[in-house]
Every structure is written in structure tokens, then in C-alpha cells.
């Protein structure tokens, strides 16, 4: 049972364009997501999060928006750099314990 | 500082041996999560400590797994009698509390039973 699902596997978006990852979930219990980029060889890097409570938190290039009804959140990056190219996951945690990961999007960025 | 550090970063094991893999949380962090990450796939919950104290184990795939955290900072990861179904790469993460959600990863070590 896939409670955190990111249907794409890969996506690929020009350079200086925005890049819009998509991540659904079922468990409505989680009151937490989180997105984690992660490169070859390496251990995931947190990215960005939100609360349950919030539709929408920014850093920077990348944003994160919540559609609790539909139990859908998305990472938007902008613009787009050759540095972004990596596994993005999508993660979600109950009651601020283990984390629950989507099984990723591969993300190229095209110069 | 430091980050969350894994040794060894590579494993190589024969079917039916002893492994253990090691995990340096960052200095001061209560809590710490061990997942397990098959090829294609998101990590998957294992186990977690706060302090010393195992809170949860419910991932762990069998009883051929167990993992220890006896002076709440360095965590030992133990899987006996390896079994091809274990290859994967093991992450650790730690966390600042039991209340932070950010969780920072380790580079992980990579397990292949041959």
C-alpha cells in the first residue's frame, strides 16, 4: 500500500523555465510533508517543508503548495537550474515521527 | 558541522554472514531513523531511537534484523545471516528532537549479498 505516490518517474525542463513536481497522498493522518532532493552516491538532502496547516511555504527558487482536500502538494522550482538535476522525493510524516517517501522523480534540466 | 556520517560506505557479503553498519548522528541529535532503500524505490522506514531508546521497530523486516543505540549517539544496524533480498543501500538520519521533522540523511551504505 503506497500511501506517498509521485507518478512521474522523470521529467525534463529547459533551463530558466519552471519545473513543477507533482506528489499525492492517502493517509490523511500525515500532518507533515517534506521534499528531499538526492544525488547519486549520496543520502537525501531536505529541501523544503509544510505543515498541514498551510497551503503554501517558500525558500528561494522552490515552493511548495498543499491541496489538503485533494491530499495532493507539488514543489515548484524557478527558474530552473543545471544544478537541480537529481531524485526528488517526496516525504510525509505523522505526528513528527518516521518519514513515509514517494518513490521519486528524476528531474534533467536541459541547458 | 560535521554531518550524519556511515561506515563502511560499501559492503560486500556472502550469503549467510554477519553484518554490521555503522551510523555518527550529528552531535546532539535525540532522534535517529534507520531506512532501507531498494534500487528504484523511496526509503523505507526501519527503526528509530530517542536517546537510547528504541521507540520503534515495526520496519524492521525480520528478526534477522536488529538495531542498537547504547549511549544514544552511534547506532549499530546488525543484520544476521544476509540473504540476497537484503542488498540495498541502508540510510541513517538524525534529527534535532523527537519534535523536529526535518530529518538529515547520511550518505548511506550500500549492502550487496552475493
Known amino acids: 500500500d503506497q500511501q506517498v505516490k509521485q507518478n512521474s518517474p522523470s521529467l525534463s525542463v529547459q533551463e530558466g523555465r519552471i519545473s513543477i513536481l507533482n506528489c499525492d497522498y492517502t493517509?490523511?493522518?500525515?500532518?507533515?510533508f517534506l521534499w528531499y532532493k538526492k544525488y547519486p552516491a549520496e543520502g537525501p538532502t531536505f529541501l523544503i517543508s509544510?505543515?498541514?496547516?498551510?497551503d503554501k511555504n517558500e525558500d528561494g527558487r522552490f515552493t511548495v503548495f498543499l491541496n489538503k482536500s485533494a491530499k495532493h502538494l507539488s514543489l515548484h522550482i524557478v527558474p530552473s537550474q543545471p544544478g537541480d538535476s537529481a531524485v526528488y522525493f517526496c516525504?510525509?510524516?505523522?505526528?513528527?515521527?518516521?518519514?513515509?517517501f514517494g518513490t521519486g522523480t528524476r528531474l534533467t534540466i536541459i541547458p | 558541522g560535521a554531518g550524519v556520517s556511515q561506515s563502511p560506505r560499501y559492503k560486500v557479503a556472502k550469503r549467510g554472514q554477519d553484518v554490521a553498519l555503522r551510523c555518527d548522528p550529528i552531535?546532539?541529535?535525540?532522534?535517529l531513523f534507520w531506512y532501507q532503500q531498494a534500487l528504484g524505490q523511496g526509503p523505507e522506514f526501519l527503526t528509530y531511537f530517542q536517546n537510547e531508546a528504541q521507540l520503534d521497530k515495526s520496519g524492521l523486516p525480520s528478526d534477522r534484523f536488529f538495531a542498537e543505540r547504547p549511549e544514544g549517539s552511534v547506532s549499530t544496524l546488525k543484520i544476521q545471516r544476509t540473504q540476497q533480498e537484503d542488498s540495498a543501500v541502508y540510510l541513517c538520519?538524525?534529527?534535532?528532537?523527537?519534535?523536529?521533522?526535518?530529518?538529515?540523511f547520511g550518505p548511506g551504505t550500500r549492502l550487496t549479498v552475493t
Open positions: 493517509n490523511s493522518m500525515f500532518d507533515y
Open positions: 538520519a538524525s534529527s534535532y528532537s523527537l519534535g523536529a521533522y526535518e530529518q538529515y
Open positions: 552531535s546532539g541529535h535525540v532522534s
Open positions: 509544510i505543515s498541514s496547516i498551510k
Open positions: 516525504a510525509a510524516s505523522e505526528l513528527n515521527e518516521k518519514l513515509t
